[in-house]
């Protein structure tokens, strides 16, 4: 009767089914930050997975735990202990035969003579001595005993290169059982022979499986299964061998012709590992390693599957750089890194894996005509609102106040209330409207509605001014070169946000001006690598500005220039560059010039110096002074801040009854940034324009 096949389970390999989703938010923060520092998004995402999080570990701390583990392997084991355990059963047979042949009050003093000659002059080397003794007649049953155990030990390690477990399954295996793996050994070489041939079928499989199926309890389910891990094995098996020294590769050979007591074993495992060699050719079959010295002395089965380790680690080594073609976290072989690392490891890397995949397919990256990930629209307002909470942090910070929430679509309350109307979206009053109520059922027992629509009042709020607001970025040289690059960006996407989410009346338009000046999209100027053209060519920024307010007339004109240097270029009329430093006259009177167009237009302008140039901060309060505008110096960190509370500053000073200016003034400007952001209109405090 045939044998039924066991079911192969695997460890649920799903994750916790309870487990909070990844939590993208530290992720984006630090890809949005790499981006800005001129990285694709592709790079960004990949290096976040390498540094890993601040309570996760990276890529690289996994790679360096392995690094760790194959350094402990190879320090830890030593390849002889086949040999040292032979030779622990040579000399213990060796000694019990002396002390019989000693004792023996009968034998022949000439014999007695000749076997103690014998014995005293085994040669050193542990194989030519067993092979020595091949013929000796014991005299000692229990010398006898330990000299077999030297067949049945090499037996059983032989085989346990190739089948693990085999050397504690076969421990005083009988003569049967001895058969039974003879004839295992030559029903696989004649399938595998068969099926290199291509002439097996799935139905010989089936058959040897239900024959030798005890032999391998990994349970394979087809013969590419079996190939898989037995050439993995025995390409272990072979690595081992040739990380051996001459001496101790001799000696084994040698001694692998008494396994059993006869050479048929170790011409069936030749005959395997040629098999297994040709249909699996792309393991590594020479490959050696410098094992450490006077360590643990592994047996052949016992240090193949040392070998075994060094593979996967190497595997997990190469999945965990991902820098081959086509990587992906998918990659990582979760059980085997659990394996080698423990569940704490696998853990992590599953976190992420699910990290990427939630990138990819979560719409934080998109793909574009060109093939190249970028950071989607989506991912750009949450990283905008990071940062705008960031900033907000920063003003409430700096001010010491509570935070303030106000409310209503159209401005600030006005504390007059109205009835509602259709189309109304200003807040409820709650107390006038409830009030109204019962009054109305004391007026009307028989009215039994709680609310009706006439009892609702709003809150009125004063009209907005809308602003028109040109947001000039210094992109020279410099900027790149002193560290200001990033910053500048956070700064832009941080005030594009705050517009875009709730000022969206406003006009925001942002203007990056290098040796020539452009206007950007918040996407491009994100992305937008370091220049290092030289030249400053504020002219032509405000050229652009200028348009921009024109096609506002209605509009607040509101002017915000980062800069940390003075004009280097400006654009001829012929709209060829022209550059020079020091700057020129003509670079200077052109860029003034068109500073006061901007003063004609009513623009509110305020200037945010970086770096401590004196020269420089002379020359930017002259420019301030003339147009009555502001100079900030703000340090980096604080660059955000500036920016968005002059914005918020030059909205209020337009509005009806707002406060005017933002607590700057050019005569007396901050050099370090702190101060009254916003000035006494938005009062310092984490106010309603931030998202929470």
Known sequence: MAKTRASRFKKYDGGDPLAAPVDLAEALDAIGEDVMAGYSPERAMREFLRRGGRDQQGLDDLARKIAERRRELLQKHDLDGTLQEIRELLDQAVLEERKQVARDAMMDEGDRALREMQLENLSPNTAAAVSELGEYDWQSTQARADFEKIKDLLGRELLDQRFAGMKQALENATDEDRAAINEML???????????????????????????????????????????????RAAAAQRMMNSMSPEQRQQL???????????????????????????????????????????EGVGLGDGTGVFQDLADLDSLSEQLSQSYGGARMDDLDLDKLARQLGDEAAVDARTLQQLEKALRDGGTLKRGSDGQLKLSPKAMRQLGKALLRDVADKMSGRQGQRDMHKAGAAGDRSGATREWAFGDTEPWDLPRTVLNGVGRRAADPSDSRLLAIDDVEVQETEARTQACVALLVDTSFSMAMDGRWVPMKRTALALHTLIKSRFRGDALQLIAFGRHAEVMDIEQLTALDAMWDKGTNLHHG????????????????????????EPTSHLESSGEVYFSYPPHPITVAYAVRELDNSRRMGAQTT???????PGLARFIEQMARRVDGRMISPELDDLGAAVVGSYLGSRDAGRPGGVGGTGYDGMNPMRSGYGGYGGGWFGGGRGYWVDD
């Open 186 to 232: 030559s029903d696989l070489n004649e399938m595998l022979e068969k099926h290199s041939r291509g002439e097996d079928t799935p139905e010989d499989f089936e058959r040897f499986m239900d024959k030798h199926g005890d032999f391998f309890p990994e349970n394979p389910q087809d013969i590419d299964e079996l190939l898989d891990a037995m050439a993995q």
């Open 542 to 565: 405000l050229l652009l500005a200028n348009r921009h307010f024109r096609k506002h007339p209605n509009a607040q004109p509101v002017l915000l220039i980062v800069t940390d240097g």
């Open 253 to 295: 050979m040698e001694l692998s012709q008494q396994a059993f007591g006869s050479p048929q074993l170790m011409e069936s495992l030749a005959r395997l590992d040629a098999n297994l060699q040709g249909l699996r050719p792309g393991e590594d079959w020479g490959g050696s390693e410098q094992m450490g010295e006077g360590g």
């Open 607 to 613: 200037f945010f110096r970086l770096g401590e140039d």
